[in-house]
């Protein structure tokens, strides 16, 4: 099956590892001197609307792409979560489990 990069930005990215859903392919890294495809790229969600920025990048190795289907990319990728602070006077008082 041959595909173009305008198809590859509809799909959505999914970790088969603990299924989540990372986002949509934003854009490939392409090798120039072996022209082979080394990464997808799934840009970061925005913060507010796009207005304070995006988180960071979800680079995929390519080879850690399991599957393209119709709609989505299997991958085997595990995202690492950074622990957010907790905020409020009552955060210090009540913690929330």
Do not use: H
Not at 44 to 67: A, C, S, T
Request: aromatic share 6%.
């Amino acid at each position: 099956m041959k595909q173009c990069i305008e198809d590859m930005r509809e799909k959505e990215v999914i970790s088969i590892s603990d299924g989540t859903r990372i986002g949509f392919v934003s854009d490939i890294e392409i090798d120039t001197v072996t022209a082979s495809l080394t990464a997808l790229i799934v840009y970061g969600k925005p913060k507010l609307f796009g207005l304070l920025g995006r988180e960071e990048d979800v680079i995929v190795p390519w080879q850690n792409v399991k599957l393209i289907g119709d709609d989505t990319v299997l991958v085997d990728y595990r995202i690492e979560y950074k622990e957010r602070k907790k905020r409020g006077i009552l955060s210090n008082i009540i913690e929330i489990k």
